[in-house]
């Protein structure tokens, strides 16, 4: 990264303390929003904090969204209002409660984060080649026992204290700045319950991405595919001939999906099906996947392998043996975003105005702002600077946080003259 010192900030004060916040979302009670009362918990700390700030128009829902607006600087109250949107909750993925994070100073080498059953948690730049280039920093991690959470509390710390920093020096040019913060992104939500019409932003960018200078319009398209297998129980010691067992169905099922076409061995804009889960015994079993794919045409073919799959086998074994429901979770937003290059020219100004370099990347995965920008809110994604996010390895450079808090200021500085 070129040279570049980023400004004093207390984003670093505010991120250690939003991530001792529990707010862990729960993908098994997905029918309430929040999934957690816990998410509740530092949604009022934030919106203590935004009204503080002097934010107008402060609002905490009973499902956990805080929203809130910035005034445009001087000159700048008659542009569209820009929005900058993060999620409070923490992955499912890993243990999440009771986080204690720590500062390391790396000097190179093994990464040690903490110990976990009587064993160092360690990253080594073999695994993480840009560990590397942040010889030097200040690092935040956790004891290896949680993740951390800097998906997304980073992202919220950068914007409030971006907010901070407009509001003690309001020469600043910006338009008025619509923030939210939302719950329950890990679990696919994705802000279905943010009313657009009243948070009254014209486009906007989710704060929710990885490697500094990393910019994200395009996504993978998203469903999720059930598939159930219907046996035929007999007692085992009379059963040839007669048996169907529902979980050698399922194998069966899964061994007709491409072997390569699987997230351990796909990268890039490589799609794949991923199974997540199963259940069931020999009379019934059910088995989850997650689909995902950039480009429609793939993304329509791989829902249709899944029906032919069931369709074989209920030729072989009898119909209704295997069905499969698939429900659509997102889209790529890019499919929405065309014609708007000034959203994607701005953020990467933004970022090389601050040192970075910048790039389009893929994510391989999915924002709130896929969601969003399907509903009518253009919202690609920027960085936050974190690594090794939904694990016990999870880390965030101090400096890159800090920077985001600049790169943050640039770009609203350029919402702040009319775009073309």
């Given amino acids: 990264m070129p040279d570049y010192t980023p400004k004093s900030s207390d984003v670093l004060e505010r991120f250690l303390r939003y991530v001792q916040v529990d707010s862990q979302s729960d993908p098994h009670n997905e029918d309430e929003t929040p999934s957690t009362a816990c998410q509740l918990d530092l949604a009022r700390l934030l919106a203590s904090e935004l009204a503080e700030l002097g934010c107008e128009d402060v609002a905490l829902t009973e499902h956990a969204y805080v929203t809130a607006s910035l005034p445009a600087s001087a000159g700048a109250e008659g542009l569209p209002a820009l929005g900058l949107i993060a999620h409070m909750d923490t992955a499912p993925d890993a243990p999440a409660s009771g986080v204690h994070p720590h500062i390391v100073h790396y000097e190179g080498g093994e990464l040690v984060h903490g110990e976990r059953d009587g064993k160092r948690v360690v990253t080594t730049p073999e695994e993480l080649p840009a560990l590397l280039r942040h010889v030097g920093e200040d690092l935040v991690c956790t004891d290896g026992t949680t993740l951390l959470g800097a998906d997304d509390k980073a992202g919220v710390a950068e914007i409030v204290a971006l907010l901070a920093r407009l509001a003690a020096t309001p020469e600043l040019p910006h338009p008025c700045i619509k923030v939210a913060f939302v719950p329950d992104e890990e679990i696919g939500h994705g802000a279905a319950l943010l009313d657009l019409d009243a948070f009254g932003a014209t486009w906007a960018y989710t704060v929710d991405g990885e490697e500094l200078g990393e910019f994200n319009w395009e996504c993978f398209s998203a469903s999720q595919a059930t598939v159930t297998a219907h046996g035929v129980e007999v007692h085992p010691g009379s059963a040839k001939g007669v048996m169907v067992n529902a979980i050698t169905l399922l194998r069966e099922f899964d061994e007709l999906l491409p072997a390569a076409e699987r997230p351990e061995h796909t990268e890039g804009y490589e799609g794949f099906f991923h199974p997540i889960e199963v259940s069931g015994g020999s009379g019934e079993a059910t088995l989850t996947y997650i689909v995902r794919d950039f480009d429609a045409e793939r993304f329509a073919a791989r829902e249709q392998l899944l029906r032919n799959c069931a369709a074989f086998l209920n030729q072989r074994y009898g119909d ?47 924002t709130d702002g896929a969601q969003l920008t399907l509903r009518g809110l253009p919202c690609p994604n920027l960085p936050t600077g974190g690594y090794n996010f939904h694990g016990v390895r999870e880390f965030i450079p101090v400096r890159s946080m800090e920077l985001m808090v600049d790169a943050l200021e640039q770009l609203v500085g350029r919402f702040a003259v009319p775009q073309e």
């Fill in 320 to 366: 209704g043996t295997v069905t499969v429901e698939v429900r659509e979770q997102y889209r790529n937003m890019v499919e929405h975003l065309r014609g708007m290059d000034f959203l994607r020219d701005n953020a990467l100004d933004a970022m090389a105005a601050c040192g970075m370099e910048p790039r389009v990347v893929p994510v391989r995965g999915g």
